[in-house]
């Protein structure tokens, strides 16, 4: 029984990495859903991209309240979970079985030293914590546009609040630790936020203390690990993947769009006057045509567009960006995300029902999901590529579906499909006769 304690603490940890782990596992599976992209270029200015956008939080701080608000929540919880380092070492070596004492800090460290350093962590995690608050202010109190659009409605609403009463929570617990802990408090660098706590509790007794210091916790890293398996089913993925999104993320000029290369092939052969148009391939040689040309579902997107779709944070700066919605359109940018990582899901769970193999299931992300509306409504601006502090790319899928409609199934608006008819017919955009061009000179 002495080592108890030790054992329930070992096993939670395995089970709660071990989720972790699986849930990992699937992540990956679903991102892998999607075709090959070449992101093999450039390798020092991904980690410049990387360096500044996701760990130095540039594009965050253009909006100056949130951005300021951000930084404080992610540096601050980075810092303090550094404590859990602490905690984990404790959990398993502590208590006679290596050292004596639940605070390894204290073996290795000054005591003035290690006070300065839970000090330090303390302020943050004040600081996080009314951080968090105005964030549930902004949310449920001022009640931003960007916040209420039907998309954001149910669960996509209630994770938001979830993450934040979990942040909450957490900071709670650990000034809560601290302010119990006798030892600690004894210290003659002693703490700088809970010792005003500390005096909260000044009529228990000793043992009781000692319970409510134990529960704290305990209760913080299950709670840690708790959020740690919660991540997969949230919007707080981005946590984890925005590391590997902004490396990846598109270097080229935001006006340059991507060319089908069986069609850059197709125009080449038409400009070239050596080429027989009509002469038939080689027997065996191989085409370049794809199988479908633009996307329908998600299977026909890249891993890169279902990085994205996972390492969307709902924030909506993207939505809030885009004139087609600012007039009253119905494409939001962050809903073309959203149902992306949605029908990703969806598929994920039809090929763990089906043991390792896609069944149809009469859907596809086109349609179901995103209507042809949403898709032309796009101006193709790139202000959503720009607003995404992140480095997510919605109009990449945008235009990818477009040339499934365009091309597959010859779906384009009345306006674009005559526009289409007279550059076939006459050389240009508009219903003239090339003979006809200069008649306005006449008038």
Request: hydrophobic letters at 45%; glycine letters at 6%; aromatic letters at 10%.
């Amino acid at each position: 029984m002495e080592y108890l304690p030790q054992l329930l603490f070992a096993i939670a940890l395995v089970i709660g990495i071990g989720y972790f782990a699986r849930n990992i596992k699937k992540l990956m599976r679903n991102i892998k859903l999607g075709r090959d992209a070449d992101v093999s270029d450039n390798k020092s200015q991904r980690w410049k991209n990387l360096a500044m956008i996701a760990l130095g939080q540039s594009k965050m701080v253009k909006r100056p309240i949130a951005g300021f608000l951000h930084v404080i929540v992610y540096v601050g919880f980075v810092i303090i979970n550094i404590e859990v380092l602490e905690i984990i070492i404790d959990g398993l070596f502590g208590g006679g079985l290596l050292y004596d004492g639940h605070r390894i800090g204290l073996s290795v460290l000054p005591a003035s030293v290690y006070g300065f350093l839970i000090g330090s962590f303390e302020i943050l995690a004040v600081l996080v914590f009314v951080s968090v608050v105005l964030f549930w202010l902004r949310r449920n109190v001022m009640r931003l546009k960007r916040f209420l659009s039907s998309e954001m409605k149910g669960w996509p609403k209630n994770d938001g609040n979830n993450i934040l009463y979990f942040e909450m929570v957490l900071m709670t617990l650990f000034l809560v630790m601290n302010a119990t802990d006798v030892e600690f408090q004894a210290m003659d660098s002693g703490s700088i936020i809970s010792q005003y706590i500390s005096p909260w509790f000044s009529g228990f007794s000793e043992n009781t203390l000692h319970l409510i210091e134990r529960s704290a916790w305990w209760l913080h890293i299950l709670g840690i690990l708790i959020f740690l398996n919660y991540l997969y089913f949230s919007k707080h993925l981005h946590i984890l993947l925005a590391f590997p999104n902004t490396y990846y993320g598109k270097l080229t000029p935001k006006g340059q769009f991507e060319n089908l290369e069986a069609v850059t092939n197709e125009v080449k052969m038409m400009m070239d006057p050596n080429v027989d148009p009509f002469a038939a391939a080689p027997e065996g040689a191989e085409t370049d045509v794809p199988a479908k040309f633009g996307a329908s579902d998600v299977q026909d997107l890249s891993w890169l567009n279902l990085l994205n779709a996972y390492t969307c944070t709902e924030c909506g700066r993207c939505t809030s960006e885009c004139p087609a919605n600012q007039t009253g359109k119905k494409l939001s940018p962050r809903k073309i995300m959203m149902d992306t990582r949605d029908r990703m899901e969806e598929v994920g769970k039809n090929i763990d029902a089906n043991k390792g193999e896609f069944k149809d299931d009469g859907k596809q992300l086109l349609g179901d999901y995103i209507t042809n509306e949403e898709l032309w409504a796009c101006t193709s601006c790139n202000a959503c590529v720009e607003a995404c502090p992140i480095s997510i790319d919605p109009l990449n899928i945008i235009m990818q579906m477009r040339q499934y409609l365009v091309m597959e199934q010859s779906a384009a608006p009345l306006e674009l499909n005559n526009m289409m008819t007279n550059i076939e017919n006459n050389g240009a955009p508009w219903p003239y006769n090339q003979m006809d061009r200069l008649n306005w000179k006449d008038e």
